[in-house]
């Protein structure tokens, strides 16, 4: 019930694409969803995030589309760049102490 | 603003070494986590802290311990190095809901 769900594993999309990474977590309690962005040899840092009482949110190119009855929520990369190769985290979380982690999404942006 | 700093960067240990690996944030948050990554397996708990002197386990926290004497630092213990532990190891930190990592320190047990 802990579990957050992200796939794919990875995804390579040729530059300009929209790239989706989609995510699915089973405790209703959950009420933060954040995404967070890792390059190479960094630690993960937030990029966006998202409550359940939205569906969707936008911050320059990246948007979080919620779907709160289907427990599930993806990242959505427009007119993406070569610099967002990246690995993509999904994570949830129900209180300040502890979020909950995706296995992560290898994107790779080709020019 | 430093942000979260992590030593060492990178080390190699030998099968039931132990070692410290250090944690300090000076942003003054309450909250500060320890998480392993794998290849493919995203970010485990291994403890956090939700302020000095209080921790607690987190997903995996087998062959591990930590300390929170003060706000800024919390250090993570391995007593009898394995290497089921190699791995990379972030540090986090926390006011609210929004983690800030450090840069990491990789780990090799052989």
């Known amino acids: 019930q802990q579990q957050v769900k992200q796939s794919p594993q990875s995804l390579i999309v040729q530059k300009g694409g929209i790239p989706i990474i989609n995510c699915a977590y089973e405790n209703t309690a959950f009420d933060y969803f954040p995404w967070y962005q890792q390059f190479p040899g960094k630690g993960p840092a937030l990029l966006i995030a998202?409550?359940?009482?939205?569906s969707e949110k936008k911050e320059g190119r990246f948007t979080i589309s919620f779907n709160k009855s289907a427990k599930q929520f993806s990242l959505h990369i427009m007119d993406s760049q070569p610099g967002d190769s990246a690995t993509y985290f999904c994570?949830?979380?129900?209180?300040?102490?502890?979020?909950?982690f995706g296995s992560g999404t290898r994107l790779s942006i080709r020019p | 603003n430093a942000g979260v700093t992590q030593t060492p960067k990178f080390r190699i240990l030998k099968i039931g070494q132990s070692m410290t690996l250090q944690c300090t944030q000076d942003m003054n948050h309450n909250y500060m986590y320890w998480y392993r990554q794998d290849p493919g397996m995203g970010l485990k708990l291994i403890y956090y802290?939700?302020?000095?002197?209080?921790?607690d386990k987190g997903e995996v926290p087998n062959g591990y311990n930590v300390s929170r004497s003060t706000t800024e630092d919390f250090p993570l213990r391995l007593e009898l190095a394995a290497p089921s532990q190699t791995s990379v190891y972030f540090c986090?930190?926390?006011?609210?809901?929004?983690?800030?990592f450090g840069p990491g320190t990789r780990l090799l047990v052989l």
């Open positions: 994570a949830a979380s129900d209180s300040a102490s502890k979020i909950i």
């Open positions: 986090a930190s926390s006011w609210g809901e929004t983690q800030y």
């Open positions: 998202i409550r359940p009482d939205v």
């Open positions: 802290s939700v302020g000095a002197g209080i921790t």
